[in-house]
């Protein structure tokens, strides 16, 4: 089945979504908003659609990139099956099906795009503005992993849509997500009562967006250098508190669960901590160690052990039962994160003492994020030069644990130095998907496919 579904299909595949959504996401979407809504029969379309969105694109946040991502920057290890064979970096381009069919599909930009045909039809700005902030973070995302791929022809009657160069998807985000905030900024209009993360609060999706664009303009700044300035301008306006983390939302009801739960339930023994990121968390004697993990077992019993990549012990530290619980919200984006973007922009564009002040920040985010004593996370005086920046980029790979931005982040600062796997090199890339190989023959095979994205050049920082 090709995933660029046509127009004339559109109609088929709501139907086969809401009677999907009926039966596995009906506790979300019973909210007497919804149910009593005089013009019920005009917004459920647009409503139903955003379930499908959100409960998709967080399954993809917490999901099958972030445990790949955590694997190859050795914030976690694959120590049995699929992901033992993943931590060795041997795959198929049938790796990443699922995850780039949510793309698209079934909750992806297909479904995205019938919501703004209906919100911009009637007005409904605030709705159209979340549902922008949305496309911006799906596409985005997809396009610092992939590189490459189909956007602009990706929705409506081309059957085998191009492959847009990946520096045109990052230009019309900025564009699509200028277009978020002046929507946002003009509110009005119905509200979404079915939005799990931020409640239709305007502000809060404000600060979203505005994340969102530094954190992208980030991603090119190892081409151009200018874009620290950019993302510096842009994060000055971005989420300021911890109550305004963009999280995602479960229950402990079955099926309204956590992806993270739903796989640790079934293959609790594929995945343990990874070595680094112990033995970085116990020298630093960070506290966020027993946040993140729990105490090794068996032969290891009470001992905080991680594994190297190709390791096999089990026993080792999981992942802490807070994390692994059913209704964890998964921090997409966070203040934390946003305080060492200003932090490495400051640093970048000469500003040290700014620098220095947001990595402290950070820190204080952190503490109360995971409710963890005052100051515990110590407090950074006298860095600069290299000293400082290490300590930005250390702190944004320990805050931002099992995020996809932390591979993004290896990718572009060379940081953290890890050892790849038996001399081999950790991918710069993920292959696209054989699904969609088979269906658009514009997706080179993977012998032809880049080892890098073009924003991933070469090792300069």
């Known amino acids: 089945m090709k995933i660029y579904i046509k127009t004339h299909n559109i109609i088929l595949v709501v139907a086969l ?47 099958h990139t972030s445990r790949t991502a955590a694997i190859w920057t050795q914030q976690l290890a694959g120590v049995d099956r699929q992901a033992i064979s993943l931590g060795k970096y041997d795959f198929t381009e049938s790796e990443w099906n699922t995850d780039m069919n949510s793309l698209y599909s079934g909750g992806g930009l297909v479904d995205i795009r019938n919501i703004l045909k209906e919100t911009e039809a009637k007005g409904w700005r605030l709705y159209s503005g979340i549902a922008k902030t949305w496309e911006a973070l799906t596409i985005g995302m997809s396009a610092s992993l992939w590189g490459d ?67 992208f303009y980030l991603h090119w700044a190892e081409v151009n250098p200018g ?16 109550t305004n983390n963009f999280k995602t939302k479960h229950t402990t009801v079955e099926n309204e669960s956590s992806t993270i739960y739903q796989y640790w339930r079934t293959r609790n023994s594929d995945i343990r901590a ?8 116990t020298t630093r004697n960070d506290p966020r160690l027993q946040k993140y993990f729990q105490a090794g077992v068996g032969s290891v019993a009470g001992k905080f052990i991680g594994v190297e ?20 919200s998964f921090d997409v984006m966070t203040f934390s994160e946003a305080n060492l973007i200003w932090a490495e922009c400051a640093f970048k564009t000469g500003d040290e003492a700014t620098a220095l002040a947001k990595l402290n920040a950070a820190r204080r985010a ?17 860095l600069t030069g290299t000293s400082l920046i290490n300590a930005i980029m250390e702190e944004k790979y320990i805050a931002l644990f099992m995020n996809i931005e932390v591979y993004n982040d290896w990718k572009r600062a060379n940081r953290p130095v890890v050892t790849p796997f038996a001399g081999g090199q950790i991918p710069r890339r993920l292959l696209y998907s054989q699904g969609e190989r088979a269906t658009n023959p514009n997706i080179p095979a993977p012998s032809q496919q880049p080892v890098r994205n073009t924003n991933d050049p070469g090792n300069a920082y």
Request: proline content about 4%; charged content about 20%; aromatic content about 8%.
């Open 17 to 63: 979504l809401v009677s999907s959504l009926l039966i596995s996401c009906s506790n979300f979407i019973d909210d007497p908003e919804i149910q009593d809504d005089p013009n019920r029969a005009t917004v459920v379309s647009a409503d139903l659609l955003f379930n499908a969105i959100q409960v998709r694109q967080f399954s993809r946040y917490e999901g």
């Open 366 to 382: 952190e503490e109360g994020r995971w409710a963890l004593t005052a100051n515990s996370l110590g407090i950074a005086t006298g």
């Open 309 to 328: 990549p190709g390791g096999t012990l089990t026993d080792a530290s999981n992942l802490s039962a807070v994390l692994r619980a059913a209704d964890y």
């Open 149 to 215: 791929l189909p956007y602009s022809e990706a929705v409506g009657e081309i059957s085998n849509p191009k492959l847009d160069k990946q520096q045109d998807i990052y230009t019309a985000v900025q564009t699509l997500l200028d277009q978020a905030i002046a929507d946002l900024t003009a509110g009005g209009g119905y509200k979404p009562p079915n939005d799990f993360v931020y409640s239709a609060n305007t502000a809060k999706w404000i600060q979203a967006a505005y994340t969102l664009k530094a954190r």
């Open 274 to 281: 990874g070595k680094y990121l112990v033995d970085l968390l």
């Open 227 to 242: 874009n620290y300035a950019l993302a510096l301008s842009a994060i000055q306006k971005g989420i300021s508190a911890n």
